[in-house]
Structure formats: structure tokens, C-alpha cells
């Protein structure tokens, strides 16, 4: 998608590691516009899927979540990383590796939301090793419920994150999909490397 390509390109910043901080715009300040346009796009994808519900991980997989639940008119359940007073039974739950954080986190969501009549689509923030869309499908299918497709808005193709969720068969989209952060250099899948500023 050349609007996220060109965001991340302008305000996108490499750091060490293999990370891409994306705070500016995705992380912690939000862009709305932005995000309104990435969920537009999720919707368009997957809008002959059946889906009827979005399933995410809090905190930054919720706004293009909510956007596409909007556009696709179903609702948005999101994956708690930290259980409330008023949750703490009939959960499902799973640990999930954040790559970016170095720690794992238990995340759970109530059993009233998410059922084997559910069409689930899968919406996160980055795709990198896939440890985050694991715990998801690890949810989806304590419920019984049937995983359509896969949406990610930022996917490091030099990870292995895409190759295993390919094999599971789950139709998969990423907005982005960066084949390299080398040099401090956002490269994406398909660009000419001699031809990128």
C-alpha cells in the first residue's frame, strides 16, 4: 500500500536489531486518517470472506482493527494483556513473545465474544516472527471458532513470521512488507535497491 509505504519512509525510523519504530504515526501517537485508510483497505481485502469479527491484540493492532470492523460493520474483540476486576473467569487464554519487547505477555479474551459460530479475521501491527498471530490462532481455536484471514499492517519479510502462517493455509495481506532494514534502510518486497533514496 503506497500511503503506509510513504509514511514509513517519511516518519519511520530503524533501530537496531531489526526494529522499525513506527510511534509516530502507529505505536503510541495515532494517526486517524492514516489508520481509517488501512482498515478501508483490510475490508476491501477480506469483504467476501464472511467475516464476523476481528480479533486483535491490545494496544496497537486496535485502531486499523476498528476501522475495518466500522467499514465491514462486525465487532472488534482484542486480546487483554492484563486481566481487569471485572475479567477473571471464563477466559481463554495464551502466552504470547513480543519480539519488539523481549517479554511475554498472557493475553485472554472472554468466552461471551468468541464462539464457534465466529468468522474470525486476524488483524496486528507487525508481522515478524509471528508469535503474536500465534497466541491469536491459539485463541481462535480454544473456541472453536473459524480464522478467514490475516491482516498485518507492517510485515518483515526477512522474518519468518509470513513463511509458517503460508503454510497453515490462512488466506494472509500485509499492507507493507519490508524485505530488508539493512543500514538503517527501509527497503520493501519488489523495490529496486539501486533506485531507492
Known sequence: MELLENEIRKNGQVLDGGVLKVDNFLNHQIDPKLMQELGNEFARLFQNTGVT???TVETSGIAPAVFA???LGV???FGRKNKSLTL???MY???VYSYTKQV???ISISKDYLSTDDKVLLIDDFLANGQ???GLLSLCKSAGANVVGIGIVIEKSFQKGRRWIEETG???ESLARIASLENNEVVFVGEDTKNVE
Request: net charge negative; proline share 8%.
Open 88 to 90: 477473571q473467569d471464563n
Open 132 to 134: 503474536a498471530i500465534a
Open 93 to 95: 487464554t495464551t502466552n
Open 53 to 55: 469479527k476481528i480479533l
Open 170 to 172: 490462512i488466506p494472509i
Open 69 to 71: 470492523g466500522l467499514e
Open 104 to 106: 511475554s505477555n498472557e
Open 75 to 77: 465487532p472488534v474483540v
